[in-house]
């Protein structure tokens, strides 16, 4: 082995243990750039209408903010009114279900339980606060980093190519311009799917009757990120409130939460995203697998996009048609 082969094997173990230390702030960084993806074209149209790149790149920026502000005002009240009452009627919930009847429990023992796990309620509560100041500081180290790449892009872009040897210096080029459509697609298509999916919960909640309805939106909306297992995860509550109505209420839920996945995967899916991000369900379960047991919730949502990137140099290395 020579040294300048030496010195590569060394750098690629280098940035494999830089990974393994700092994935949290590689997600941090795949994030904004893919944030940086969905708005680098309203970015472009701007620059062709003459306006300074500052304010191009700031206008951008304050409408996704402002969308992200305007969501959280519209769906916070609902949350906060909704999630106190959900604790609070847990017992009653409980006693409700058909199991419990059948096992012969005493609603005081069922709720002696839940009142000796109040304290770990309570912890939640803490800790969910503390994640939601931990959220608003990730989210604006996100858009700095976001306002940075947009600033700065193309001359980025050709940095980073320019490191790489002149002869591969093409293929390079088409590997990024693939991992630029994939990655903006599939994030731009995941916000937009997580939406649709999240009010079509909402909206069939209210239809059925069930309980906390909103809740049930937001908690589709945000586990439909999971790859294969979000969907399941999410209608375990609205089937569990079903089940306390009746137990063909508990099948009527789930069999709308088949329904709505089905049109979902069926056709939301490949509509929005297309041929470009598609990826076969064994990739999907494989990557969310390893990437859990590795790095555990953030290498579990890692999966997707990682194997996204592998695809675009698999797809540059066959040469595939490059689709936009």
């Not at 906060?80 to 609070?88: A, D, I, K, S, V």
């Not at 180290?141 to 940095?159: A, C, H, N, Q």
């Not at 731009?188 to 909402?202: D, E, K």
């Not at 995967?265 to 041929?275: E, F, R, V």
Request: net charge neutral; glycine share 8%.
């Amino acid at each position: 082995m020579t040294t300048k082969q030496l010195y590569k094997f060394l750098a690629v173990i280098l940035t494999i243990l830089l990974f393994i230390r700092l994935e949290f702030v590689f997600l941090i960084v795949l994030v904004s750039f893919m944030l940086t993806l969905i708005l680098l074209p309203f970015v472009r149209l701007l620059h062709r209408y003459k306006l300074p790149s500052l304010l191009a790149v700031f206008i951008p920026i304050a409408a996704f903010v402002l969308v992200l502000t305007g969501v959280g005002v519209y769906v916070a009240p609902a949350v906060t009114e909704q999630l106190p009452r959900f604790t609070r009627e847990i017992p009653a919930l409980i006693l409700q279900l058909p199991i419990v009847e059948a096992l012969n429990l005493e609603a005081d023992d069922v709720i002696q339980v839940v009142r000796d796990r109040s304290g770990d309620i309570g912890s939640l509560a803490y800790t969910v606060g503390l994640s939601l100041l931990q959220a608003f500081g990730v989210t604006l180290t996100v858009l700095i980093l976001t306002l940075y790449w947009l600033r700065g892009y193309d001359s980025i872009k050709e940095t980073l190519v320019s490191y790489v040897p002149k002869r591969h210096q093409l293929q390079a080029e088409d590997i990024w311009l693939r991992a630029e459509a994939k990655l903006g697609r599939w994030f731009l298509g995941q916000i937009f799917i997580s939406t649709a999916v999240g009010v079509a919960v909402w909206i069939t909640a209210l239809w059925l009757g069930l309980p906390f309805a909103g809740v049930l939106g937001i908690i589709a909306a945000l586990l439909e990120i999971i790859p294969l297992i979000g969907p399941i995860l999410a209608s375990a509550p609205a089937i569990l409130f079903g089940l306390t109505d009746s137990f063909e209420k508990g099948l009527i839920v789930a069999f709308a939460y088949v329904i709505i996945q089905q049109l979902e995967s069926q056709i939301l899916s490949p509509l929005i995203m297309g041929k470009t991000v598609r990826l076969h369900p064994i990739v999907i379960l494989t990557g969310f697998l390893i990437g859990t047991i590795l790095y555990g919730l953030i290498g579990g949502l890692l999966a997707v996009p990682t194997a996204l990137l592998v695809s675009a140099f698999v797809d540059s290395y066959r040469g595939e048609k490059l689709e936009t």
